[in-house]
């Protein structure tokens, strides 16, 4: 039996694995080595010793029966659940997040294993026979709030970045039944969160409205009824002006054209609602949630948001200039990473990260590492070694006969590459800085573990891939 599960073992993706963890500790020994003798009480000494305490446990996963993977899946959500709220009363607060339980000189963060807990919980819950995403409203909500419940705990600990990953799972529910039209109806709205900052209101208001009858259109809505609510729209709008005109006041345009939706929007709904025509009821709700978020953008920029988090979206967006700030890690990690050239200068022999020119260079930006001293050739290389690792990933859940080892496989698979998409983006002034670590490479333990271990259960289940696990 161990035989074959050894023989099942998908090798290429042990060996791009090993690689990574390979790379990414000789980055930290470069990042944090001033000359001395080795230490396992410096930096890259404690990462080492991670390193090989994370071996024993992929170890003991490894020969796990695969069965008790999808039996504890609940359990292991529902204490990852308890110690997130643990940590909001007893962690330890670190640059301005309350995410840490501190254990010695060793610190663990529950986020990072938030997850590979959720994920397990996806699938366990998603790979049901009788799992129907679209047609039972019941599974809908039970499946967001595996979602979103942890995301609001790791939200309320003042760790923004982290909470955003599990945005990634839209893929995997995606993957499940999720219509395709729900994507481009992000995509818009992230669109519109962003034109917020340099289109004013009027202009996006009356695109919106117009693509808003285009998505209709798309959809196989009717062209009656689009004309009928441009025509009741029009109508409303010009009564709105010639009353703004009488009465000489100064109402901006995008209040008329707010105030005219909503009137046909409500005529439209309850058409919508007595003729039963679920496209009809489209249009309005799609529109008045577009407009109610471009709406939403101030005060969730200048009431949600911190000043930070405010400035380093106004210095991505170019919108102000703040080098020596909020923005002075970008510049920093984006001279380093400038100055390796083609190749690099040579390991060890990075400038910029060896006088500290770059903070937190051996966690969220350990890429800076890489790019001063291996250049082009050796960010490059991680790139692609992260890339061929994710589109392995995918391939082996495509060939899962059973659902649970699918949809996690796909949940790795959304979870990898926003980390590595994002912090390789921030780190070159691509994306704001929301303080993710890249896989395998940045410094901590958490992060080593819980991805390790989430790739690592993925293999085991893969090694009896033809075994419907539920």
Aim: hydrophobic share 55%; with cysteine; net charge positive.
């Amino acid at each position: 039996m161990k035989s074959k599960l050894i023989q099942n073992t998908d090798l290429i993706t042990l060996l791009i694995y090993f690689l990574l963890v390979a790379a990414g500790w000789m980055s930290i020994y470069s990042s944090s080595y001033n000359g001395s003798d080795f230490s396992f009480s410096s930096r890259y000494g404690k990462q080492l010793i991670m390193i090989l305490i994370n071996l024993l446990f992929l170890a003991g996963i490894f020969f796990l029966d695969g069965h008790i993977i999808p039996s504890v899946s609940y359990y292991i959500y529902g204490f990852v659940i308890l110690s997130l709220l643990l940590v909001l009363i007893i962690g330890d607060k670190t640059g301005g997040s309350r995410s840490w339980f501190v254990i010695g000189s060793f610190k663990l963060q529950p986020a990072e294993f938030a997850k590979l807990a959720t994920a397990l919980a996806i699938a366990k819950f998603a790979g049901r026979d009788n799992f129907k995403l679209m047609s039972n409203f019941k599974d809908f909500l039970i499946l967001s709030a595996i979602i979103i419940f942890p995301a609001l705990l790791i939200l309320l600990q003042g760790d923004a970045g982290s909470a955003l990953v599990f945005s990634s799972f839209i893929f995997v529910i995606y993957r499940r039944g999720l219509p395709s039209y729900f994507l481009v109806i992000i995509f818009i709205e992230i669109l519109v969160f962003i034109s917020v900052f340099f289109v004013s209101l009027n202009i996006l208001f009356i695109i919106l409205v117009t693509g808003t009858f285009f998505i209709f259109r798309l959809l196989g809505g009717s062209r009656r009824e689009m004309l009928s609510y441009v025509f009741y729209l029009i109508l409303l709008i010009s009564a709105g002006l010639m009353f703004v005109v009488f009465m000489r006041k100064n109402i901006p345009f995008h209040i008329v054209l707010t105030v005219s939706v909503i009137i046909v929007s409500f005529i439209e709904i309850v058409k919508s609602f007595r003729n039963a025509n679920f496209k009809r009821f489209f249009i309005p709700v799609l529109l008045l949630f577009y407009m109610g978020s471009a709406y939403s953008v101030d005060y969730v920029f200048y009431e949600v948001l911190k000043e930070h988090q405010r400035t380093r979206i106004n210095v991505l967006f170019g919108i102000e200039k703040d080098i020596t700030g909020v923005g002075y890690n970008v510049n920093q990690a984006k001279i380093a990473i400038g100055s390796g050239g083609l190749s690099g200068k040579g390991y060890l022999k990075g400038t910029q990260t060896k006088f500290d020119f770059v903070p937190e260079q051996d966690t969220d930006f350990i890429f800076c590492t890489v790019g001063e001293e291996w250049g082009f050739i050796g960010t490059a290389g991680v790139i692609v070694l992260f890339t061929v690792l994710l589109l392995r990933i995918i391939k082996i859940a495509e060939r899962q006969k059973s659902v649970y080892s699918q949809i996690l496989g796909y949940s790795l698979a959304s979870v990898l590459f926003f980390h590595y998409a994002v912090n390789i983006a921030m780190t070159i002034g691509l994306a704001p800085v929301i303080g993710i670590p890249l896989p395998f490479f940045s410094y901590g333990g958490s992060s080593l573990f819980a991805f390790s271990i989430f790739l690592f259960i993925f293999l085991r289940l893969d090694a009896e891939r033809d075994i419907l696990f539920s």
